[in-house]
Structure formats: C-alpha cells, structure tokens
C-alpha cells in the first residue's frame, strides 16, 4: 500500500515533464526528441505494437525503431527516463 503514493508522486512529475517539454527554450535535436518521443509511449502505451512503417516514411520508422529499443522497460523506468531527458533539455537551453 506504501507504493501508491509514490507512484501517483511520479506520474504528477511525468505530467509536468510533458507539459515543461513543449516549452523548451530551443528546440531540441532529432535524436533528442526520438528518445522523448519513445520514453513517452514506452510510458504510456507499454511495448510498441504494430507493423514498422515502411517504404518512404522515413520519420515514422524512426519512431517506431526508437520506441522498439525501449521493449520490456516498465512504464514506470520509462517515465523516470523521460522526466529526467526533459530536465537536462531545460538545463541545457
């Protein structure tokens, strides 16, 4: 039962990680933000579920390999992982 509070405590500071992302100073890198993009629906939805996509779609593969990388990491390391991404982008514009 002593878990729950920390649990809520993380996805209180998750939450606010997502909202302070969409407000960095300057934008992020292209490999920055695939990791923010793949810690965030790691956290969210769990292992990545559907078919790559292909051909000339080239952003989406990337998505989806970034997010397949991160296959088997609990939602709960998933979303530390993400806050602390946000915290040194803040730190770092």
Do not use: C
């Not at 923010?36 to 769990?46: D, F, I, V």
């Not at 088997?72 to 998933?78: E, N, T």
């Amino acid at each position: 039962m002593a878990a729950a509070p920390k649990q809520d405590d993380l996805k209180a500071k998750f939450q606010a990680a997502a909202a302070a992302a969409k407000q960095t100073k300057k934008r992020p890198d292209n490999a920055a933000l695939l990791k923010l993009y793949a810690y965030y629906k790691q956290a969210t939805e769990g292992d990545v579920s559907g078919d790559r996509p292909g051909g000339f779609d080239f952003v989406g593969g990337a998505k989806y390999d970034a997010w397949s990388k991160l296959k088997g990491m609990s939602g709960d390391d998933a979303m530390t992982h993400y806050i602390k991404q946000v915290d040194r982008l803040n730190r770092d514009s």
